[in-house]
């Protein structure tokens, strides 16, 4: 699931690597996402299935438009907070606010 999200973050830092301190963080981001209630428009793809966090539902579905800011920015952060972003962000609610843009960008298309 962190497919293409995790690269995101890393690409943008320009990271040297992934470490594991990125993959974790990807990992949490995508366990507390999984907690939160799923959005109507997720259901919607899902033809008005409800989704809850339990035995059926563990990991956010590729259709949670959450994903494009959650996963990126949590991986971005473990980069620069590890020392492999050689381009680190000062500003994480632009970067956040940026990532949501190109996410509404690809809704267009």
Request: negative net charge.
């Amino acid at each position: 699931m962190c497919f293409p999200f995790l690269f995101r973050g890393a690409l943008d830092v320009q990271s040297h690597s992934i470490n594991e301190q990125m993959k974790m963080a990807c990992s949490l981001a995508l366990a507390e996402m999984a907690r939160l209630p799923v959005p109507e428009c997720v259901e919607k793809a899902y033809e008005g299935r409800h989704l809850e966090f339990g035995p059926d539902y563990i990991v956010p579905t590729p259709f949670d438009p959450r994903l494009m800011t959650t996963i990126p920015l949590a991986v971005a952060k473990a980069a620069v907070e590890s020392g492999v972003a050689k381009n680190p962000i000062s500003d994480w609610d632009a970067y956040k606010e940026r990532l949501h843009k190109m996410w509404l960008e690809e809704q267009k298309e």
